[in-house]
């Protein structure tokens, strides 16, 4: 499951979330510790892993 980084906009926390792609709803997430919904999502890295073998 991918794992989305945030960071709170009022407490200035960054924390990890792990869900579905599926099941992720940005919306949803609020902060751990303030509980805001004040957020915004960090983008980072994407890997991929295929199944064939070159």
Known sequence: MPIYEY???KCDR????VE?????????????????????RIWGNVFAKTSKKS
């Open 14 to 17: 960054t924390f990890e979330v």
């Open 20 to 40: 579905s792609i599926h099941d992720h709803d940005a919306a949803k997430i609020r902060c751990p510790d303030c509980k805001s919904k004040k957020i915004d």
């Open 7 to 9: 960071h709170c906009k």
